[in-house]
Antibody, heavy 125, light 112 residues
């Protein structure tokens, strides 16, 4: 049974970097049948996909254009974790951030089957 | 980006009565592999979203059979045959075909 435990500060000052960690238990961040995502949720923007990373002999990443220049998603295989870094934040980045596992079945079916508990990050001075 | 449009944005239903939520995508979600990448999630108050349906009409493990999904191409529907108090939540459709993955605005289901 996979568990995703998120951690990180709940308050970030404008122009600084938002950093969150997702600790994975019950699975491996390097599992080649899984994709790891970050999604955020705010009243103004709803559920917004930010990006993903996955391992298929090499590491691959994709990001939403809206945050691509400011964001990185990094796997930490030593600690079996996933991190999100979003720099130059503004109040518009205030949201609940989720790490999410997408399982890719051998049949070709895939789904988001595990979500972290969510971390409310407020951008304010 | 594919735009997902849900209607209604809220509905109030008497327990035991049916409920229906529509989701329309701005592009077809049918892929060349024959699968249609439309998902439904629900989010209860204070919780993370959880998967209800995948590929339009397949119920995820543990989802009661009073939930059903239908549709094709760009028009999809989630139906609850008999609403129960535990179904109070916000329901989201999501397309998984093209990046960026996108969600509908959400439909808030309340009990009358």
């Amino acid at each position: 049974h996979v568990q995703l435990q998120q951690s990180g500060p709940g308050l970030v000052k404008p122009s600084q970097t938002l950093s969150l960690t997702c600790s994975i238990s019950g699975d491996s961040v390097s599992n080649n049948r899984v994709v790891w995502h970050w999604i955020r949720q705010s009243p103004s923007r709803g559920l917004e996909w930010l990006g993903r990373t996955y391992y298929r002999s090499n590491w691959y990443n994709d990001s939403a254009l809206s945050v691509k220049s400011r964001m990185s998603i990094n796997p930490d295989t030593s600690n079996n974790q996933l991190s999100l870094h979003l720099n130059s934040v503004t109040p518009e980045d205030t949201a609940v951030y989720y790490c999410v596992r997408e399982s890719v079945r051998s049949s070709g079916t895939n789904w988001f089957d595990s979500w972290g508990q969510g971390t409310l990050v407020t951008v304010s001075s | 980006d594919i735009v997902m449009t849900q209607t209604p944005l809220s509905l109030s239903v008497t327990p035991g009565q049916p409920a229906s939520i529509s989701c329309k995508s701005s592009q077809s979600l049918l892929y060349s592999d024959g699968r249609t990448y439309l998902y439904w999630y629900l989010q209860k108050a204070g919780q993370s979203p959880q998967l209800l349906m995948y590929e339009v009409s397949s119920r995820f493990s543990g989802v009661p059979d009073r939930f059903s999904g239908s549709g094709s191409g760009t028009d999809f529907t989630l139906k609850i045959s008999r609403v129960e108090a535990e179904d109070v939540a916000v329901y989201y459709c999501m397309q998984g075909l093209h990046l960026p993955l996108t969600f509908g605005q959400g439909t808030k289901l309340e009990i009358e």
